[in-house]
């Protein structure tokens, strides 16, 4: 498993962001709330969906939209004749709290293959193992509860050991838990191959450029292709 010592001291910065802490004039500040990503979803026109639904890593922060990881999915889909709609429901700034107060206002359509991307930062602001497990939980359950049939993918994510070796264990153990226990599909890490290396994210050390997006696209893809149908 990779370390994260390199990543660490971008993610304290990200903790400051997170909880509000941040000087006004410091730069490539996170904004707490992305409002491009504050309207409706966009309704599909009857093809297949796949829902992503996430924090600032799903939504593409920094970027042009269609350069996170979700408008890669899209394009690869389109490429190999695959009629799915891709979804972006990524707001920067949101834990699993707010996600879990969002998700029923999110699922206004059928859903396909649903994506969860969220937990990082309840890590990184020290919130209790167990509030995020549970929220998470809830949200897996709305999902359910709206359509047994949909796909449900959890995205594995690790925080680094700045709230101590225990909860950053404890946290990393949350995604693997929760998708033995509802039997939904896990990506084991979403930044696998990404976290911790300079090219692959922005000037800031925490979010990924251009082409660490194709790799986390690559990341979901490994798990989401054996679910598409033609």
Known sequence: ????????????????????????????????????NTTEPEKTDGSNTILVFGDSLTAGYGLD?????????????????????VVNAGLSGETTASGKNRISW????????????LG????????PLDETRTNLQAIIDTVR????ETNIVLAGMQIPPNMGQEYTADFRQIFPDLAAKNDVFLIPFLLENVAG??????????????????????????VINPLLKK
């Open 1 to 36: 498993m990779r370390t994260f010592y390199i990543y660490f001291t971008f993610f304290v910065l990200s903790l400051f962001v997170s909880c509000g802490d941040k000087p006004k004039d410091a730069k490539n500040e996170e904004q707490p709330q992305n409002t491009e």
């Open 65 to 85: 939209p269609n350069d996170a990881f979700s408008a890669v999915l899209q394009s690869k889909l389109d490429s190999l004749g695959y009629d799915y709609n």
């Open 145 to 148: 509860n709206k359509d047994p």
């Open 106 to 117: 999110v699922l206004k359509q059928n859903v396909d293959i649903f994506i969860l991307e």
């Open 197 to 222: 290396i300079p090219s692959l994210n922005q000037a800031d050390g925490i979010h990924p450029t251009v082409e660490g997006h194709k790799i986390v696209a690559k990341n979901v893809w490994e």
């Open 120 to 127: 990082a930062n309840d890590g990184l602001r020290g919130i």
